[in-house]
């Protein structure tokens, strides 16, 4: 539900350099444009998006794959690693992307040009080096055309440039993304099937008709590689964490910003939570989550099935937002009680757009027995609000 919300107004740059290769937005005899460049339509037609109002069948692979008649989508890999004498390491690697028009007949006939696409890709890659408390991060851009980035099913491959997920076999996925200072090289293997967010898949952001998302996950995935940074190349393994989702939605009017967990426990066991934060303080009531057992039975959360206490802040010596920096999180329905905290407070993306995104650890109890885990937590709006256009 969440990652291009923050970044949808990231468009207006490429939009400039690209916009002469786009179709034009059509005009009425009322003069009123029929195509937003950034605004979701509001209506079902031809010359509009696709949303999301129920459940939907889900196929794989096809699933694995871009859906262009919704206007943004990301794949999203996070994962926590160590060396072999237990150095720590956290990742992101992210694709994402935006459609400039919807879909047309007229569109997809009229390709004058290879480089003529109304699809943008952007990227964002970070690296987590937790001994050295460095934090390495980067961005790139890119149009959908001349085979400069895209995403397809099967085999399922989506890239942007030489970042990219490619199937290796099935159940398993190549993930290769390097900058001038650092590169990541991992091989995933899968050991449950995707797990479907919400209700089979659908996840409801707001109370307004449409104001949703198609979203899995793939957790618990077996990772081994290395990570470079510098000349120094670390062999790790460890645990990736995949987010796929689509939509053509909104955050709701008061909605400033979210914070989302995902958390993989020592158990085999998964939890995802995504809280919408309103300007009131108060909590969405859409806000939801996920518990996910070891052989991957599904248990949906609501908002009112956890309370979430903040312990502690941070405040960010680049942008001056204050992210919360240590949660004591309670679940009574699972007899789950954790407290979690960053593992380096210093994991904030200052890019196109800002945002906190890093590495952490959990520990706690579930049935009196001990329990640990290692995840992700995002957490947008804290340094503006972020009630626009997903």
């Known amino acids: 539900m969440k990652r291009l919300s923050i970044l949808a107004f990231l468009l207006i740059v490429l939009a400039g350099l690209i916009f002469t290769l786009l179709p034009q937005p059509q005009v009425t005899a009322t003069g009123k444009a029929t195509v937003s460049w950034l605004q979701p339509e509001s209506s079902e037609s031809e010359n509009t998006f696709s949303r999301v109002y129920e459940p939907q069948e889900m196929i794989f692979p096809r699933d694995l794959g871009s859906h262009e008649d919704y206007q943004t989508e990301w794949w999203y890999y ?9 150095r720590p390491f956290g990742f992101q690697l992210t694709i994402f992307r935006r459609a400039l028009t919807p879909e047309t007949a007229s569109l997809t006939s009229d390709r004058s040009s290879n480089w003529r696409s109304n699809q943008v890709y952007f990227a964002h890659f970070t690296i987590s080096d937790i001994d050295r408390q460095s934090f390495y991060q980067k961005e790139r851009f890119s149009r959908g055309g001349m085979g400069l980035a895209g995403a397809q099913a099967s085999p399922y491959q ?7 997920a490619t199937e290796l076999a099935p159940g398993q996925v190549q993930l290769v993304a390097k900058t001038d200072e650092v590169a990541l090289d991992l091989t995933l293997q899968e050991t449950l099937p995707p797990i479907l967010q919400g209700d089979r898949g659908y996840s409801v952001k707001g109370q307004e008709p449409g104001n949703a998302s198609i979203y899995y996950s793939i957790i618990q995935q077996q990772t081994k590689g290395t990570i470079t940074i510098a000349d120094e190349i670390f062999d790790v393994t460890g645990l990736t964490w995949k987010d796929h989702e689509y939509s053509t939605s909104s955050l709701s009017p008061g909605t400033v910003g979210w914070d989302w967990f995902s958390l993989q426990f020592d158990r085999g066991t998964a939890l ?13 009531p859409t806000s939801g989550g996920t518990f996910i057992s070891a052989d991957g039975t599904v248990q949906p959360l609501t908002s009112q099935d956890w309370q979430l206490q903040i312990l502690d802040t941070w405040k960010s010596p680049t942008s001056q937002g204050e992210y919360p920096s240590k949660w004591q999180l309670s679940i009574p329905k699972l007899d789950l009680t954790l407290t979690g905290k960053p593992l380096m407070a210093n994991q904030e993306l200052n890019l196109s757009t800002t945002y906190w995104e890093g590495a952490v650890e959990f520990q706690g109890r579930q049935q009196e027995k001990p329990v640990q ?3 992700y937590v995002e957490m947008t709006g804290y340094t503006q609000g972020l009630d626009t256009v997903l």
């Open 78 to 86: 996070t994962g926590n690693l160590e060396t072999a004498s237990g």
């Open 373 to 375: 885990a290692k995840g």
């Open 158 to 164: 989506v890239w942007l440039e030489d970042w990219s």
């Open 272 to 284: 995802m939570l995504y809280v919408l934060r309103k300007e009131d303080g108060t909590i969405s």
